[in-house]
């Protein structure tokens, strides 16, 4: 089994920076890919961030794209979601993902076997 803690999360002006990270314990040898999905009031989870677990390759949703950055420390089973420009439709609950089934990297809920519990990121405007 894998269990993921996101943390970092809090209430930030628009315009400002946070940094969630996402530790995962357990059986983190059999993880492979790893995202950060979002999920604001009444609408449905959408994916942020994903990171190959070489860290080699990163994906990105075309809202994010430029202003928040993924990246993991290996040493420490550490995934991380620096966010800047904050804006207050990025207001979500954020949720840590991992896969332990196959290497390649999806956009997709079903893509990912494991979630976090979430962390809440709220900017006020």
């Known amino acids: 089994q894998v269990q993921l803690a996101e943390s970092g999360g809090g209430l930030v002006q628009a315009g400002g920076s946070l940094r969630l990270s996402c530790a995962a314990s357990?059986?983190?040898?059999?993880?492979?890919?790893m995202a950060w999905f979002r999920q604001a009031p009444g609408k449905e989870r959408e994916f942020v961030a994903a990171i190959a677990w070489s860290g080699g390759s990163t994906f990105y949703a075309d809202s994010v794209k430029g202003r928040f950055t993924i990246s993991k420390d290996n040493a420490k089973n550490t995934v991380y979601l620096q966010m800047n420009s904050l804006k207050p439709e990025d207001t979500a609950v954020y949720y840590c993902?991992?896969?332990?089934?196959?290497?390649?990297?999806?956009?997709?809920?079903?893509?990912?076997?494991?979630w976090g519990p979430g962390t809440q990121v709220t900017v006020s405007s």
């Open positions: 357990g059986r983190t040898s059999s993880l492979y890919p």
């Open positions: 993902a991992a896969d332990s089934r196959r290497l390649r990297v999806g956009e997709y809920i079903q893509d990912y076997n494991y």
